[in-house]
């Protein structure tokens, strides 16, 4: 009977991939027929900027299994990034610092999601473009006319809602940030925020907030794909794109806009340093000997057991670090305020005693994410005796004297 079962279970799964690559083959090929030419070969870029055959198929494998796809679909995902450039991409900034853009453009060896980055079909990019003044303001215009419905609105930065939005005026027109994000939103085919400005609102919105700085789906009303992050991976954001191209929507989105395959666990999940958490093995002040043994960062701050995102995952700087092994603790910048509620940095939160350990993204979000710190506190503040008792935690001179003996 279960034998039974679990083989209708099988033939129905393998029916729903199946229709689900067919509605794939469909989505691409109406792609082909509506959206330009791609404008560069990205096999000849790849091969020009070094990426090997053998490479970009070991990044077709992995961004299939990020997306949650089962391997049959590797052919498609190849096919979508060979289409990446077709997209029509119209690229605003409201209040930010371009460190978005710039985490981008800065790979010094660039792997695949970085070249297909530069591949983009940027129709607008206000820091990028050579074009400014009524010139820039034109180039705008025709790309929404011309893709009208059909181009993707990413958006980097917050906006600022006090004086009528007059804190941020842009263009030869003046107009304020909000008319320009309602004007373009609205023909857009899918709206994206890149970064935590545009998604959450970041330190513009942080307390006092004296322009009133929000999120664009707070300031606009509507739906946003939230890829957060100060700044955010840029895996994250080929990833979501490609699997607008190959499925023709967005990825499955957590309670926060954010996709489930890039956001759906803790930065706590993921961490190499996990063990030493286990482990009641914290680091008590920096520079001491457990810093130097690469223990856990929790105690100095480490906010990655209330933070979602996949940083330990896909790594910073070309794939080779990240901040939590580069030995500072996550400070929490994929969650809405974060320079509110996780501050100060270099603490933990304080124990709000509400009695429960662990839960998804989906359930939580931030707020009541904050209530995992009952629990982490608890297991923290026990380690704190253990480690009297057993004084497992050498100052430095001890640890010269065990490197030494
Ligand atoms: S508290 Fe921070 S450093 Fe420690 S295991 Fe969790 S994420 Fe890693």
């Avoid at 939230?226 to 990825?251: D, E």
């Avoid at 999940?269 to 008590?284: G, I, M, N, Q, T």
């Avoid at 923290?380 to 640890?399: F, G, Q």
């Amino acid at each position: 009977m279960a034998k039974g079962m679990n083989s209708e279970y099988k033939k129905m799964i393998d029916k729903q991939y199946r229709d689900l690559m067919k509605h794939c083959q469909s989505h691409m090929e109406q792609v082909e027929k509506e959206l330009p030419e791609p404008r560069e070969n990205l096999h000849e870029l790849l091969e020009k900027r070094g990426v090997s055959r053998r490479d970009f198929v070991k990044w077709t494998s992995a961004m299939t299994v990020a997306l949650m796809l089962p391997p049959i679909f590797k052919p498609l995902v190849a096919k979508a990034a060979e289409n990446f450039s077709r997209l029509p991409v119209v690229w605003l900034h409201f209040a930010e610092c371009t460190g978005c853009s710039e985490a981008f453009l800065r790979a010094s060896y660039p792997n695949v999601d970085d070249i297909l980055l530069e591949t983009i079909s940027l129709e607008y990019h206000e820091t990028l473009m050579a074009a400014s003044g009524d010139q820039a303001e034109a180039c705008l215009e025709k790309a929404i006319h011309d893709f009208e419905g059909k181009f993707i609105c990413v958006i980097e930065g917050a906006l600022p809602r006090g004086l009528n939005g007059q804190y941020l005026r842009i263009g030869p027109k003046g107009k304020t940030g909000i008319e320009i994000a309602k004007e373009v939103t609205s023909k857009a085919g899918a709206v994206i925020c890149i970064g935590s400005c545009s998604a959450f609102g970041n330190i513009q919105s942080a307390n006092p907030n004296p322009t009133d700085s929000v999120s664009i789906s707070k300031a606009l009303g509507i739906s946003t794909v939230n890829i957060a992050g100060c700044p955010p991976n840029a895996v994250n954001f080929t990833g979501t794109l490609l699997h607008y191209l190959m499925f023709g929507g967005l990825p499955a989105l957590d309670g926060l806009g954010r996709p489930i395959w890039a956001y759906g666990k803790r930065i706590h999940d993921y961490c190499e340093r996990r063990p030493h958490y286990d482990a009641s093995e914290f680091v008590e002040e920096w520079g001491d000997a457990g810093a130097l043994k690469g223990w856990c960062l929790y105690k100095v701050g480490c906010k990655g057991p209330y933070t979602y995102a996949n940083c330990g995952k896909v790594r910073f700087n070309d794939g080779i670090s990240w901040p939590i092994m580069a030995g500072h603790g996550c400070i929490g910048c994929t969650e809405p305020d974060f320079w509110d509620t996780m501050a100060p940095l270099e603490k933990p939160l304080p124990d709000k005693s509400l009695g429960f350990t662990d839960a998804t993204a989906d359930k939580v979000g931030i707020a009541l994410t904050a209530a995992t710190a009952a629990g982490i506190a608890v297991h923290a503040a026990a380690s704190v005796i253990r480690h009297r008792n057993d004084d497992r935690v050498n100052k430095p001179e001890d640890l010269q004297e065990e490197k030494h003996d």
